[in-house]
DNA sequence: GGTTTACACTAGCGCTTGCTTGGTTGATCT
DNA sequence: AGATCAACCAAGCAAGCGCTAGTGTAAACC
């Protein structure tokens, strides 16, 4: 029977179902097209998954926890400083873009596609993550670094970052690091992060 | 037969078309679904209409055109300052938001569901449009009113406001005017806007 | 006053969809 | 050696899909 279990061959399915999605869309994308990518049957599909809803919020919650997993981890192991923690976000969220980029694209796009169970579970997480932003962003406008509103700093950052899988070529020069350095300097330009860059070009 | 004109009542259809695809998204909305919003029954539809990709489409032009022309005239009408102007394109951007959010929404979200030719013929009308923003980011770069990379200033921006229509509220306190004041105060926090806000608050 | 045109209807074809059912296989455990 | 179990398959159902064909009708035009 079909289980909710985290069994490591769900784990590949799980990405390759990514895969499918940034390329069809939620939608778009059969069951039959997602057995034949795993290399089985339409039907051998839902001994693994209970429809074809929870591939979707499987792929969400994957990519969701890696996100602030690593997140959390990079203001664990960075100094102190406002500035520093700003920069620790910003990188480690264009670092998940790289190594996640399918589940990621998958969060943004089709986010609507989950009922409203999955919605409301992964939100709680989603939550969490933004939760970690919008502290850091404080203690920037509370050091000084940046100023502004508070809520609409902090939207506009995450609007910047989350757009960058938009455009964003992980084979092309500019390197995640390089980014969080541009977005900085972009709306703090007193840091020494923005004086190295302007003095630079 | 189906025509391709653009008849009053093709485009309120369109409007009505617009609004459904950005509820339920463009795969998971049926002819039957769109049919019935318009009062008319199914195959009806397709007189105004070849086929359902035809309606995508013509719910993206509408959004794209009015957005390149309401942007026009912003710049047409405003001081010759790149202050003025960055100012001007950021309100004009925004209000579009109220006024055709729908359209925009679809746009962003549904533009992968476009067949290629129409893809193609609407890239053109975004590129215009991408364009005005990159040269008005020039003019700033230029004016020394904000610094950095022209090529990730202008994504960074871009990506800022089109992020807002995730959670932007036309009912709310915020008007357009107010965002585009804080935006530009974040990014060229020496300007006349950030210092009146940051003396405000 | 006859013809055309715009817009709508009814009915349904051919196909695809997500998912179910009942059964087979090979490895693991006792 | 028998039982268990995860993993898979073949076959197909019921529902829904985009779209077409053929027809009706009231207004507009010549």
Redesign the pocket.
Known sequence: ?N?VNE?P?RKELTRLAAQLFVQEGF?R????ML?QEM??????L???FR???EILAAVIEEGTQNALSIARQALESCEDSAEARLHAMARAHLETLLTDRNAHVVALYEWRRLDAESRSHLSHLRDAYEALWERVIDEALEAGLIRGDRFLVSRFVMGALNWTVRWYDPEGPRKPEDLAHELIAMIAPSTHAAQARSTKV
């Open positions: 029977m289980v069994s061959r939608d994308t059969t069951v039959r057995a290399g089985i049957k339409s039907g051998s839902f001994h693994h429809d074809k809803q």
